[in-house]
């Protein structure tokens, strides 16, 4: 794949945008909600909007003929070889009850391919970010996914399943991953679940998780695959459960991971 542009201009920027949205974050006092989306626990807040403009803006001004399929603006140029895919702020409820799991997600794909992505957790002054080819980076330093090698040694992020969603799993499916969940419990050392599919995916990538599954079925794939693609450039292994490759269209549960967790998560989810 021949790129138009090189892969350290599209960091230098994509980093920048991310950083800016997260002064925005620090110097918001208060979050008000300006508008309801799909349900009324589906909000929009000031501070979404405030972090999505500097993003748009500061991408544009470097690069005004990409295209973006941002959260909240929608799809702007989607025919452009270049777009960005951003959600400008994930945890929108965690910031509207004072609960510290905010972040920037955004990623950059060439004529569908992504070839950088961020994700920068504004509470922790983290961002790990990652470049096709190039590897995954925590604050800068190189990293890679965890070495962890066994189950009942394994500390795992899930995404839990609720009928609560923007796209609400029905019954049958809920049934389903909560005994998958059960699954899970009883045969690895600790799962923990933040509500954040980018914080997880992050945290996996740089080898704090040793795994991420999502078993939510609610997540939009613009939320997922910045991070998807920070624990693929991390040598991490993705799929969807059942070990098919994951597409972002026909499903949302994610599974990624470290290779020898992953073919072993396999086998325990799918007997």
Request: charged fraction near 20%.
């Amino acid at each position: 794949m021949d790129l138009a542009l090189p892969l350290d201009t599209i960091e230098i920027i994509g980093l920048t945008a991310a950083k800016q949205a997260g002064d925005i974050f620090h110097h918001s006092h208060s979050a008000h909600i300006v508008k309801h989306k799909s349900h009324s626990q589906d909000i929009v807040t000031n501070t979404d909007l405030a972090m999505e403009k500097v993003i748009l803006q500061t991408i544009q001004d470097k690069f005004p003929h990409h295209g973006f399929d941002s959260e909240e603006a929608g799809k702007i140029n989607s025919q452009a070889d270049y777009i960005w895919i951003i959600d400008p702020l994930d945890g929108t409820k965690n910031l509207k009850r004072g609960i510290p799991l905010i972040s920037t997600s955004l990623s950059c794909q060439y004529q569908e391919q992504t070839v950088f992505a961020a994700v920068a957790i504004h509470t922790w002054n983290m961002t790990v970010h990652a470049l096709k080819g190039k590897g995954t980076y925590l604050n800068g330093q190189k990293t890679q996914v965890s070495s962890t090698n066994s189950l009942k040694n394994a500390f795992i992020y899930a995404e839990l399943p609720t009928p609560w969603a923007k796209r609400p799993t029905p019954k049958e499916q809920l049934d389903h991953n909560l005994k998958l969940f059960n699954i899970l419990t009883r045969n690895c050392y600790r799962i923990r679940a933040f509500g954040s599919g980018p914080i997880g995916l992050a945290l996996t990538a740089i080898g704090a998780f040793d795994a991420y599954i999502n078993l939510y079925q609610g997540s939009d794939p613009g939320d997922i695959e910045p991070g998807k693609f920070l624990v693929e450039q991390a040598s991490g292994q993705t799929s969807d459960i059942t070990g098919q490759p994951y597409t972002g269209q026909k499903t949302t549960d994610l599974l990624a991971s470290n290779e020898d967790l992953h073919s072993q998560l396999l086998r325990l989810l799918n007997p």
